[in-house]
T-cell receptor
Framework: NAGVMQNPRHLVRRRGQEARLRCSPMKGHSHVYWYRQLPEEGLKFMVYLQKENIIDESGMPKERFSAEFPKEGPSILRIQQVVRGDSAAYFC????????????????FGAGSRLTVL | TQLLEQSPQFLSIQEGENLTVYCNSSSVFSSLQWYRQEPGEGPVLLVTVVTGGEVKKLKRLTFQFGDARKDSSLHITAAQPGDTGLYLCAGAPDRGSTLGRLYFGRGTQLTVWP
């Protein structure tokens, strides 16, 4: 299966702990996006990364959240000192290149990582 | 503030019925996508519409992009239980925004009973 792989699928943390979510993009994809889906809400964009670069992090909370996409290995979304409000499904998506003109950039989503903060 | 409003929020119908769900905004989008999401899974892309007034068909599903590129609809003919799922619309703003940054609606939860 060459799809977007996310792990862990489920993660339970106590308040104040750290959560690390990993995402391996589809083979051949060099663009990674993280989205968060809160209960009863739609998916919200968090951050867009290319290898070793953060391109757009305007959707990321200013504190406690960080993301990276190193030259080797998966992209990682890190949440420090988690709080109950961080409980959500975190989805990673990848794409192969930037769309040209007004065409849409086709994203392939992973199955998500569900974080529960106790 | 939700950029894309989807309606209805919930829809429960019998197998064989037709249905339409809507995705509306006051903003213009360069493209709009429809996804279906199953419980515990990520969204799966169904279609992308780019041109105002565009109509695309995918078997029993018909997607339309409004002339002004502010709204879209999804029509399902003769719904089947396998159509059950959360239908999400997502838009890419007209210009000046990160490609791949999509604005999602909250979705329409469709249940089709046998």
């Amino acid at each position: 299966n060459a799809g977007v792989m996310q792990n862990p699928r489920h993660l339970v943390r106590r308040r104040g702990q750290e959560a690390r979510l990993r995402c391996s993009p589809m083979k051949g994809h060099s663009h990674v996006y993280w989205y968060r889906q809160l209960p009863e809400e739609g998916l919200k964009f968090m951050v867009y990364l290319q290898k070793e670069n953060i391109i757009d992090e305007s959707g990321m909370p200013k504190e406690r959240f960080s993301a990276e996409f190193p030259k080797e290995g998966p992209s990682i979304l890190r949440i420090q000192q988690v709080v109950r409000g961080d409980s959500a499904a975190y989805f990673c998506a990848s794409s192969s290149n930037r769309a040209r003109g007004s065409g849409a950039n086709v994203l392939t989503f992973g199955a998500g990582s569900r974080l529960t903060v106790l | 503030t939700q950029l894309l409003e989807q309606s209805p929020q919930f829809l429960s119908i019998q197998e064989g019925e037709n249905l339409t769900v809507y995705c509306n905004s006051s903003s213009v989008f360069s493209s709009l996508q429809w996804y279906r999401q199953e419980p515990g899974e990520g969204p799966v892309l169904l279609v992308t519409v780019v041109t105002g007034g565009e109509v695309k068909k995918l078997k029993r599903l018909t997607f339309q992009f409004g002339d002004a590129r502010k709204d879209s609809s999804l029509h399902i003919t003769a719904a089947q239980p396998g159509d059950t799922g959360l239908y999400l619309c997502a838009g890419a703003p007209d210009r000046g925004s990160t490609l791949g940054r999509l604005y999602f609606g909250r979705g329409t939860q469709l249940t089709v009973w046998p």
